[in-house]
């Protein structure tokens, strides 16, 4: 399967990075022809405003927002779950949103960037061992319909979360050094 990564600004050389660990084909997404042959989505962490700028410019926030809809397996870590959500309280009015996930979220919950941290997390679906949660401007997740699974909490509050083909992260698991997040992502797409 070749996964692609949006590429318009954020992390997603990173994502590239424990794609290619993986031994997973990807490319980067900047343009609606690079959605051509690809099988799953990452939408990376970055600056969620910017993002949703430059997928009105490029003209990638139609087809993205088709893709998702026709249930392409897509995974959006902080930013890119922002891009996702249903609802995002603190964003621009005209805010692009995909609409994957019935949650509603708050940008940069946590405070600013020297307000960031690592913690601990409990993903029971990855096994014992606790993973590195990078938390970087994060969202806070307000609110999650019935339909949405989730995954691991951090102080209470949802930090990863699953509906249909769409998973979601807080934190950027891309900068972590565990390539867990991904397999799971990778290897849940697969048994659909």
């Known amino acids: 399967m070749k996964v692609g990564v949006l590429a318009l600004q954020g992390a997603f050389r990173e994502h590239r990075e424990v794609l290619e660990a993986l031994g997973v084909e990807s490319v980067e997404v900047r343009t609606p022809e690079d959605l051509a042959g690809v099988g799953a989505l990452i939408l ?3 600056e969620s405003t910017t993002m949703s700028r430059l997928l009105v410019t490029a003209e990638l926030d ?3 927002r088709d893709r998702v809809r026709d249930g392409t397996p897509t995974l959006g870590t ?11 309280l603190e964003g621009r009015p005209d805010q692009v949103s995909l609409d994957g996930i019935d949650a509603t979220v708050r940008r940069n ?8 941290f690592e913690a601990p997390l409990r993903i029971p679906s990855l ?6 949660g990078v938390f970087i401007r994060a969202p806070l997740v307000e609110r999650v319909s019935n339909e949405v ?7 209470d509050r949802p930090v ?6 769409i998973s979601v992260s807080t934190f ?10 991904h397999q799971w992502f990778l290897a849940s797409e697969v048994r659909q």
């Open 44 to 46: 990376p962490g970055g």
């Open 62 to 64: 139609v087809p993205l």
């Open 78 to 88: 902080c930013a890119g779950l922002i891009l996702l959500a249903r609802e995002v």
């Open 109 to 116: 919950a946590y405070g600013t960037q020297v307000a960031s």
């Open 127 to 132: 096994g014992s061992d606790v993973f590195p």
């Open 149 to 155: 699974t989730v995954l691991a909490v951090h102080d």
């Open 160 to 165: 990863l979360c699953r509906q249909g083909s």
């Open 172 to 181: 950027h698991p891309e900068l972590s050094g565990d390539l867990r997040i």
